[in-house]
């Protein structure tokens, strides 16, 4: 354990970031788990609103720092693919 006041103040901040961090990747888990299941069940119209729905979230999450910029662009990129392929 710490023992300095500000390395004690950082582990605080690390934690409240990593709780922040990781409820946002599993929102967005959850979301396109959501996406595959539309796309399998023919439901093009509905994925395709959720499908600008995970961008918003996707783009606020690179902002954030949650996500790195191309991890972003490759998921979205996979997404966009499927549903074309879908329709």
Do not use: G, P, W, Y
Not at 29 to 53: G, H, W, Y
């Amino acid at each position: 354990m710490a023992n300095i006041k500000s390395a004690i103040k950082r582990i605080d901040v690390t934690k409240r970031n990593t709780l922040r961090n990781k409820s946002q990747k599993s929102e967005l888990k959850n979301m396109i788990k959501k996406f595959e299941n539309l796309i399998d069940t023919d439901k093009t119209d509905d994925a395709s609103v959720l499908l600008r729905q995970i961008d918003k979230k996707l783009k606020k999450a690179v902002s954030k720092n949650v996500l790195h910029k191309n991890n972003a662009s490759r998921k979205m990129s996979k997404l966009a693919k499927k549903l074309n392929s879908a329709k």
